[in-house]
């Protein structure tokens, strides 16, 4: 590579205009123009001969000075970046932090990888800290030694003489050691003497330096000169935060391997400065492109952040310290001491940057890039009749997670994905949901691996964005969503993707890490990283997890987990709401901890206000005691619109109950913080409590586990569970998903303690998640159990009365049900159902079915769904049509009953435990009467059948009243709707015994 000096830039700016035929014609000019010109020298005339060879070499010089100069200004944007034969160092600094030791190293992977891909590097030395954990020499084509002083000057022996061109790359924390800028390596730190002296050694050759650390425009300066190109994050301005925008150049790197280092340092400023403006934030970095002894160029479009910094600049800085709170920054310095700075220095762990660019666009032309390219990197195919009936499978699957604090959280997915089948396409649409603005998110690949061998990219300009409507006040979250091309059988897809939290809403990190599960994997594996010294606590759910890999590095702890061969599992019918397989981790010392900071946050929200005063005693004017009054306030809060925003790090903070009853609308905590509120006003006890609703919470895992949030009510010192959330759900009954949870009550006093269970976790039984704390004991969890529902409270009885008396293939029918608890709560629920849709069916065929034949209606009354003071009735009339079947002489009378819709599904083949009545138990109680033709005669009546072994014990009897009457009775008693895996199968065989039964039939004789 050529660098053009600023002597010859106004010669090169004029050979620019110039194309190589212009060359003749110039030079033909020049020759004439010399050869008319009188030339006087000292000792006479020149002969015409001797003045036409002047004249000739004279428009040769002037014609090789053109040349020259328009390969001087091709060069700049032909020559890639890492440059043929070129040695390349990368200098990774001290991290300081966890956070930053896991970026360097994925900055680390990734140069080595586009140096890898570019195939024009004779070297690469890479100076990493820990370089003992960092990438394998021998996979990464690289020398990987200690990022120290005395091997950063050793590189001089390296490249001394050599005249293949140098890369730098250097990335790290920057700072001061008394008024001499320095970057961090363990040990003596380097200086700008120092890079200076490596420029030295190697200046019969080009080189290029990219420098993205606090303090690099200082570097800079004394580094540039002739035959060098820099690119560094700052210029004049020296910010008080790390520069944010290295992911950023090694996407744009990384889209185009040919481009030019000027090109891609152009690039690079626009698509940063694009990225700061987008988001509103304090400028952290000013890139700069210095080249040889040119003034330094601003690569970013200038704006309010940076004329704002700059003005914001002090001189004295001694005795400041670096703010990193999204203010916009100062010029502050610190002095720093000599020597080792450990794992506690303020300067490396308060420094970082507001933001990580991740998803700035780039300047690409076209959505898709197609080109041959080597399908390195990608795991090798499987033979689709190794997965019968699967439609893809993932090839390799690799989670990261970084907990720390700046950022919060960041993670990578990394997945492959082989198309099986036809039926797979639908694989290639991808739809990503996350938590903007607080979540960034950014797509490093998608691509398409072809069977002929042919890679095809998606522009991450392609991808998409839908934002959910929301209501009010209430934050919804976003979703990227795009679609790759050829997803056909044999193709591979792959995405990887990043996702960061800058600042986590919650005082430590609580999460949920999906282990997927929707198709089969052959390669699997998962990692945490944590600060070393911090809490950890972590737990799998639904799948049988190995032991972890732990590895202590300098300034953390890596959790490794790794998965082969992992089965699909298909989402049964009736299975559990949270039957998939997940990790649960927290850093969240104990539930005191999290109680505390939870009552912190909610603490104003339950102020009682006059309009609150005013309404609780309006409610209540006509209530004769302190029952009625919950009653009364009950209904009124329960009737209110409810906003379905499930509980999470976007809503955990219940509004105040003042707003929420001016807005008449709110999601569950509201509803709870409001009926908490209105009851305090009565001088009635009441406290919000989270509910894992569908799931659990464990005593060993402190943190965020809930998504739901209910009162606990203290009546006549009887504790009350109430659930305002649904409008159909009666007092006193705790809906779908509460009963049997681990609460957590927010209280004030210390009172509700776990009634049940330690934190070692010794009531767990066998089949029982394993859980893992490595912070302190908290002793008590202060979790609560709710109430275990119970069978007698779930009962629905059903009389009929069957008009026989015209034996034939329709009988008269009436019905009568009464239901309390959850058949309460489903009819209702149907009947609301049926109004909205003005649907003339039965209310009760919505959750039952007939055993034999059906039943049309003919006419049907029902208690109204608000009237939850009292049990639901409904009564029905109507036709029952292929009850009976007769011939002339007898006729046979079938099965009366009503069984639920849900056991036809249930009896078949499975390999989840089955999840009934949305867990709750249910009790059937079911007499039929028959009024019989007179002169008819029973001839055979089925014994009676029954079942005694739970979890499903059934009876069903005939018998015969009066003369010419016939009872049929049916009681079903199904201990638990929450079945285990050894208890389905015995659930079924019963279930078939009990149809069996059902098919006995009643045989009269005319």
């Not at 990580?356 to 990608?378: C, I, M």
């Not at 849900?902 to 009934?916: I, M, Y």
Request: charged residues 20%.
């Amino acid at each position: 590579m050529v660098t053009v000096g600023p002597n010859l830039m106004p010669f090169r700016d004029w050979t620019n205009s110039l194309s190589r035929r212009d060359i003749p014609r110039i030079a033909q000019r020049f020759s004439v123009g010399f050869s008319r010109a009188n030339v006087r020298v000292p000792k006479g005339r020149l002969t015409t001969k001797l003045r036409g060879v002047l004249c000739l070499t004279l428009a040769l010089v002037i014609a090789t000075a053109i040349w020259t100069g328009l390969c001087l200004s091709a060069s700049g944007s032909q020559v890639p970046f890492i440059s043929p034969n070129a040695v390349v160092v990368l200098l990774s600094g001290l991290p300081g932090d966890v956070e930053s030791e896991n970026d360097y190293k994925d900055n680390l992977e990734g140069w080595l990888k586009i140096v890898r891909d570019s195939g024009q590097a004779q070297r690469v030395i890479a100076l990493a800290d820990g370089a003992e954990s960092g990438p394998t020499p021998s996979k990464a084509g690289a020398t990987v030694i200690k990022a120290n002083r005395d091997n950063f000057k050793a590189l001089c022996q390296t490249v001394a003489g050599t005249t293949n061109p140098l890369v730098v790359i250097a990335w790290g924390h920057g700072g001061r050691q008394g008024s001499t800028p320095v970057f961090h390596v363990r040990g003596p730190r380097l200086m700008p003497t120092d890079f200076k002296a490596l420029a030295e050694c190697a200046s019969r050759t080009d080189s290029e330096w990219v420098l993205f650390f606090r303090g690099s425009g200082a570097f800079a300066r004394d580094l540039a000169g002739a035959r060098r190109q820099i690119l560094s994050s700052e210029c004049e301005t020296v910010f008080n935060s790390d520069p944010a925008g290295m992911s950023l150049l090694l996407k744009l790197a990384r889209a185009n391997l040919s481009q030019s280092f000027q090109s891609l340092s152009a690039e690079f400023g626009r698509a940063l400065g694009a990225w700061y403006e987008e988001r509103h934030l304090a400028r952290t970095e000013e890139p700069t492109l210095w080249l040889a002894e040119q003034k330094p160029q601003l690569l970013a479009p200038a704006s309010e952040n940076v004329a704002d910094t700059a003005a914001a600049q002090t001189t004295n800085t001694s005795d400041q310290t670096p703010n990193t709170k999204h203010q916009i920054p100062n010029k502050l310095q610190a002095p720093e001491p000599n020597g080792d700075l450990g794992t506690n220095g303020t300067e490396i762990a308060d420094n970082k940057a507001t933001g990580s660019p991740y998803s700035a666009a780039t300047n690409s032309d076209s959505t898709l890039d197609t080109r041959h390219s080597t399908s390195d990197g990608f795991p090798p195919r499987v033979q689709p009749q190794d997965y019968p009936g699967a439609v893809g499978v993932v090839l390799r699957r690799h989670l990261a997670y970084t907990l720390g604090n700046n950022p919060a959280i960041a993670s990578e997915q990394d997945e492959y994905i082989q198309i099986l089948s036809p039926e797979g396409k639908h694989l290639g649409d991808f739809d990503i949901a996350y938590s903007a603005p607080f979540e960034d998110i950014a797509f490093l690949d998608c691509e398409v691996l072809h069977a002929d061998g042919k890679i095809e990219r998606l522009d991450p300009e392609a991808i998409r964005e839908a934002r959910e409507p929301t209501v009010g006040d209430y934050q919804t979250g976003q979703r990227k969503f795009f679609s790759l091309p050829g997803v056909v059988p044999g193709a591979v897809l792959h995405v990887r993707y990043r996702t960061q939290w800058k600042q986590f809403p919650l005082p430590h990190i609580s999460l949920e890490i999906p282990v997927d599960q929707s198709l089969p994997a052959v390669d699997c594996s998962l990692e945490v990283r944590v600060p070393r010294e911090a809490p950890f606590h972590y737990t799998f759910e639904n799948i049988r997890a190995p032991d972890p890999t732990v590895e202590q590095t300098t300034y953390g702890t890596r959790y490794g987990w790794h998965f082969s061969k992992l089965e699909e599992r298909d989402r049964e019918l009736l299975s559990s709401p949270r039957h998939d397989a997940r990790l649960l981790v927290s850093t969240f010392h104990d539930w005191g901890t999290f109680s505390e900071w939870y009552q912190r946050i909610s603490k104003l929200a339950d102020e009682i206000t006059p309009e609150i005063s005013a309404k609780a005693k309006e409610l209540t004017r006509e209530a004769p005691d302190k029952r009625a009054k919950v009653l009364a306030v009950y209904d009124f809060v329960a009737s209110l619109r409810y906003v379905a925003v499930p509980m999470g790090v976007n809503s955990f903070r219940p509004h105040a109950a003042a707003h929420v009853l001016e807005n008449q609308f709110g999601d569950c905590k509201d509803k709870a913080n409001l009926f908490n509120t209105l009851l305090r006003a009565l001088n009635i006890e009441a406290e919000l409590t989270l509910v894992p609703r569908f799931s659990q919470a464990h005593d060993d895992l402190p943190g965020l586990a809930f998504n739901h949030a209910i009162s606990k009510v203290i009546l006549d010192n009887q504790t009350l569970w109430i659930d305002t959330t649904d409008e159909v759900c009666r007092f006193g009954m705790l809906p779908p998903g509460d009963p049997g949870r681990k609460v957590l009550v927010i209280a004030g006093s210390r009172h509700d303690q776990a009634e049940g269970g330690s934190a070692d976790g010794s009531t767990h039984g066998a089949g029982q998640p394993r859980l893992v704390s490595t912070g302190r004991n908290q002793g008590k969890s202060g979790l609560t159990q709710l109430p275990v529902p119970d069978a007698k409270d779930h009962v629905l009885k059903l009389r009929g009365r069957v008009n026989c008396s015209a034996p034939g293939a329709t009988l008269p029918m009436s019905l009568e049900a009464t239901a309390t608890g959850f058949p309460d709560y489903e009819l209702r629920a149907a009947a609301r159902g049926a109004k909205e849709q003005n649907a003339s069916v039965p209310l009760l065929a919505a959750k039952f079915r007939p055993a034999a034949g059906t039943f049309a209606l003919e006419d049907q009354r029902a208690t109204p769904v608000s009237n939850l003071d009292e049990d639901f009735r409904w009564d029905a009339d109507g036709q029952s049509v292929g009850l009976c079947w007769s011939d002339d002489r007898t006729w046979l009378l079938h099965s009366p009953f009503w069984l639920p819709k849900q056991w036809d599904q249930a009896l078949h083949h499975r390999k989840s435990a089955l999840f009934l009545n949305d867990g709750y138990p249910l009790t059937l109680e079911q007499e039929f009467d028959f009024e019989l033709p007179p002169g008819t005669q029973i001839k055979t009546l089925p014994a009676a059948a029954e079942s005694k072994a739970q979890p499903f014990r059934w009876r069903i009897e005939w018998k015969k009243s009066g003369a010419l009457g016939l009872t049929a009775h049916f009681n079903v008693e199904l201990e638990r709707g929450e079945l285990s895996q050894s208890e389905t199968p015995l659930f079924q065989q019963q279930l078939r015994e009990l149809l069996g039964a059902m098919a006995a039939n009643v045989v009269i004789s005319k």
